[in-house]
């Protein structure tokens, strides 16, 4: 069977009220009996054998750390996040035959005579776990409990309630910060993860399953674990029990110190099965001072892709054991290119620092700022060779920031021009592509990202300033031609 990770599991109920019949019933996840008729298993003790110890000898006494005064001390600056929003529903068929099997024989035969149904939206429902870092009200989350929401609400454990501002949201690290409009409030200790060791008891505070101010424990089971998908977080890796919920409530270890961000499991089910993942809080930190500061987030790049060396490649690359970042490519014109890495290099330490694994490189490459001269240490046909370059920026994928090339327009929707390479494989002159469509008369009459707009009101698209020009020109409609797939079809655009 295969494992699955679990990216995203804080938004508990995220289509809350169209499956809200189906768990009317409760709150209990898969439980067989109501929580008051819920009783507790005992068992009759035995007693102790006699010890066979000499009288004098000493007998080590062990002691669990004392959970119950952390949970007192830092609970107060623990919330419970819940967030509200739309969902579209997707694609919802043809209008006159919404139930329509795409692999029926007239499927195609309708689609390319008819207009696709407009996309509807849903409501939705989700929750999570914040902690207050600023008594002024500055409350760290995480990035997947928060985005997309139309409103976020911020409860302390005094049942206060206050509508949040998402100050900034950072992706690749999953860190969200909120601000609500309170002061005087308790606050979290922030620890240093570096001192964290394996094995050290931690616990963890937050709302799973919506149940506000949950404590659970257990201990550092591994660090700088390196998740797929997230390569710029070295995440702290745990056993405390984390359900859907904890996401973005704290990690203490037993000074009562935050040294991480409760964030993801790895689990076949999609509730807690051993493994809980968090994101370091000196990396968290980090974020939300550039959020704060500048309302992104800038990382450094090289424009490298990396592999791990194993013993077969150490072997073919002469290396005395495994280690490093392998090079599989560069890209062109790249910060890299520029400084003259070349595929088949083994990255052996950079800014000094020892790279034991290819994932140890993105986390230091990441927090430099763009433009910060580094030195790397690199393996290449034999030989040390020692490289300084400028650090460049990273673009993330989804920037809702403008390039260049592309521009939201008042249909609603963000296009950008087709390069030669897409006009070629579409075998079209021109057009402009849909990158995004937002809330808008554009997406009421159906128009999809990848779309193409091939013409407005039988005007040829071959800029974006002739599609605003046309647009503001068109009165209360417009007929769009786009190309989808390998269909072309008009779409009619009430802009009233």
């Not at 424990?217 to 998740?227: D, E, H, Q």
Request: net charge neutral; hydrophobic share 40%.
């Amino acid at each position: 069977m295969k494992w699955i990770i679990l990216s995203k599991p804080v938004r508990y109920g995220v289509l809350a009220l169209v499956i809200a019949g189906a768990v009317a019933g409760g709150y209990i996840y898969r439980s067989t009996l109501p929580v008051s008729e819920a009783k507790a298993i005992t068992s009759e003790t035995t007693p102790a054998p006699e010890s066979h110890q000499n009288p004098g000898s000493k007998i080590p006494v062990i002691t669990l750390p004392d959970f119950a005064e952390i949970a007192s001390q830092q609970g107060p600056a623990v919330v419970n996040i819940s967030v509200s929003g739309t969902a579209k529903t997707g694609f919802s068929g043809f209008p006159g035959f919404p139930q329509m099997d795409p692999n029926d024989p007239f499927y195609e035969f309708f689609r390319c005579f008819q207009a696709p149904a407009p996309q509807n939206s849903v409501p939705t429902h989700g929750l999570g776990s914040g902690f207050i870092v600023s008594s002024d009200g500055v409350v760290l989350t995480n990035a997947h409990v928060v985005s997309d929401a139309d409103e976020v609400i911020v409860k302390l454990t005094d049942k206060r309630e206050f509508k949040a501002k998402v100050t900034g949201i950072d992706k690749p690290s999953d860190v969200a910060v909120l601000k609500i409009e309170a002061k005087n409030l308790p606050t979290v200790k922030i620890g240093d993860p570096q001192h964290a060791r394996v094995g050290e008891w931690v616990i963890a505070i937050g709302s799973p399953f919506g149940f506000e101010n949950t404590v659970t424990a257990g201990i550092i089971s591994a660090k700088s674990r390196s998740l797929p998908d997230e390569g710029y977080v070295p995440f702290l890796q745990t056993d405390v029990a984390v359900n859907p919920g904890n996401s973005g409530g704290p990690l203490f270890n037993m000074n009562g110190e935050v040294i991480g961000i409760n964030s993801q499991i790895y689990s076949r089910s999609g509730g807690y099965q051993g493994l809980s993942f968090a994101i370091p809080i000196d990396v968290a930190m980090k974020v939300e001072r550039q959020l704060l500061d500048h309302g992104k987030v800038s990382r450094g790049r090289l424009g490298v892709m990396i592999q791990e060396v194993d013993q077969q490649l150490a072997d073919t690359f002469g290396l005395d054991k495994p280690g490093g970042a392998l090079v599989s490519s560069v890209e062109k014109n790249s910060p890299a290119d520029k400084a003259g890495i070349e595929p088949g290099d083994v990255i052996l330490k950079f800014n000094g620092k020892e790279i034991g694994r290819s994932a140890d490189l993105p986390p230091l490459v990441s927090e430099l700022p763009p433009g910060t001269e580094a030195t790397i240490e690199l393996w290449r046909k034999g030989k040390i060779k020692k490289i300084s370059m400028s650090v460049g920026e990273m673009k993330v994928a989804g920037d809702k920031s403008k390039s260049n090339n592309e521009e939201k327009i008042e249909l609603g929707l963000t296009v950008r021009p087709l390069t030669p390479e897409e006009r070629k494989q579409a075998d079209i002159a021109a057009g402009l592509l849909v990158e995004n469509v937002g809330d808008g008369p554009a997406n009421r009459a159906g128009v999809r990202p990848g779309d193409v707009i091939l013409s407005v009101n039988g005007d040829r698209m071959d800029s974006i300033e002739k599609l605003r020009s046309l647009v503001s020109k068109s009165g209360k409609r417009l007929a769009l031609l786009i190309l989808r797939g390998k269909q072309q079809m008009f779409v009619a655009v009430n802009l009233g």
